[in-house]
């Protein structure tokens, strides 16, 4: 089954990137964006067929790897 | 409304990220993990409030700025 783990920054963490994407839409015209917040997403492909173990899994990775959870968080879903 | 645009790469072009995540995570013991695809994930904040003008800008947005559409392809959804 495939994990689709999406890590974000915490709400209150500075986001440059968002800013910076922000700033280069204002300079394309586009004038009505508020706030831009930019994260990863990760596609896992996982061998796992038993769901609550499969989202054990992914939980954990996201924690161990793919997460700095001082300044991140993240969500898994299934597909 | 908040729009979501998910930017991944294209069906067959290399995900060396990837490649290299499913890497740390053998040698972090997760062995049974398939494909690994890396993506990015943009929130944009519209002040749009027309849900079809709102997909059309964030469509356009990705097009021009957030997506490079020779190697990538996006996803707009909205929450």
Redesign the interface.
């Known amino acids: 089954m495939k994990a689709i783990v999406?890590v974000?920054l915490k709400d209150g963490v500075l986001d440059p990137q968002?800013k910076a994407?922000r700033h280069?839409?204002d300079g394309?015209g586009?004038a009505?964006?508020?706030?831009?917040?930019?994260?990863?997403?990760?596609?896992?492909?996982?061998?796992?067929a038993d769901p609550l173990k499969a989202r054990e899994?992914a939980e954990?990775?996201a924690r161990?790897?793919?997460a700095n959870m001082v300044i991140e968080q993240f969500d898994v879903v299934f597909r």
């Not at 009505?32 to 796992?48: A, P, T």
């Open positions: 999406t974000m968002g994407i280069a839409l394309l586009f009505d964006v508020g706030e831009v917040r930019v994260g990863k997403v990760i596609e896992l492909d996982l061998l796992e899994k954990m990775m161990r790897l793919l």
